[in-house]
């Protein structure tokens, strides 16, 4: 071991771990710079900085559409995705029953399956049961894809829960909801909040499902997908790309504040792990 840390020092690893993030996000960066450009081709050196592309975003009627469509979408598919990740995170970790891990694997695998496969598969699914490709079936794709990511989330609140707080809810005469609404939900809110961001912000940003599933109705991803056919229509492509960017970072960063705030209350309050 102290072989392999003389090999390795600290300055190695600091130069490895910057290197790599700036090999991940610097092309990230180029984005907003070139949305500011006032040519059309993105390339330095910069002809000059204008924001007449933001501008013009505003008084464009499709993208608006694929805005409002997106909202629809992202705000349906977290809420439901949440729902159904608070009945599940709490059955795994508040009971012990046969195949408890496969279900909670089964669950998760859609993590780990390529979207692809998924995607045509939904499609498959939803043209059997005679459904038409609409925003509906956009919703129901992108719960699949976000539960995994809810589930997460939920799961690291449900096991910090201290459930003698339950039994003294219990003990003073609540039902079984009324403890669960006035004592577990408040207690995990953080949790929710959390999960309810990070989904949304999985769904505004998915496109391989909305692709397959999708009508005449467009989201914001297959609205960008059919700009970057045209050439004039790249800048414009690059502004909306730099907002979306902003919008995802502000909130994932919410989002685990809050995951944080969870997981530091129920380690504070007693919770069942350190």
């Known amino acids: 071991m102290m072989a392999i840390k003389r090999l390795l020092p600290g300055g190695w690893l600091s130069a490895y771990a910057f290197l790599y993030v700036a090999f991940l996000y610097l092309p990230v960066i180029f984005l907003p710079i070139f949305s500011i450009n006032t040519a059309a081709t993105p390339k330095f050196p910069l002809s000059g900085v204008t924001l007449k592309w933001y501008e013009d975003l505003s008084r464009t009627p499709a993208l608006i559409d694929a805005t409002w469509n997106s909202l629809i979408v992202g705000v349906s598919a977290s809420v ?65 894809v976000c539960i995994p990511y ?88 690059l502004a909306l790309g730099t907002l979306l960017l902003f919008a995802s970072f502000l909130l994932m960063t919410i989002a685990e504040i809050l995951r944080r705030r969870a997981a530091s209350r129920t380690r504070n309050e007693g919770g069942l792990y350190a």
């Open 80 to 144: 439901l995705s949440t729902v159904l990740g608070i009945l599940a995170a709490r059955s795994i970790t508040r009971y012990r029953y046969p195949g408890r891990r496969a279900i909670n694997g089964l669950i998760m695998a859609p993590l780990v399956l390529p979207e692809v496969i998924v995607a045509i598969s939904m499609l498959l699914v939803m043209l059997q049961l005679g459904l038409s490709l609409s925003l509906f079936t956009v919703v129901l794709g992108h719960v699949l």
């Open 150 to 237: 809810s589930m997460t989330v939920l799961t690291s609140g449900f096991e910090g829960f201290d459930r003698s707080l339950e039994e003294a809810s219990a003990d003073l005469g609540e039902s079984a909801f009324g403890t669960f609404r006035r004592v577990t939900l408040p207690m995990v809110m953080p949790a929710i909040i959390s999960s309810l961001l990070v989904c949304f912000t999985i769904s505004l940003d998915e496109f391989i499902i909305a692709f397959f599933l999708t009508g005449t109705e467009a989201t914001l991803p297959i609205y960008i997908w059919g700009q970057l056919r045209f050439a004039a229509k790249l800048p414009g492509v």
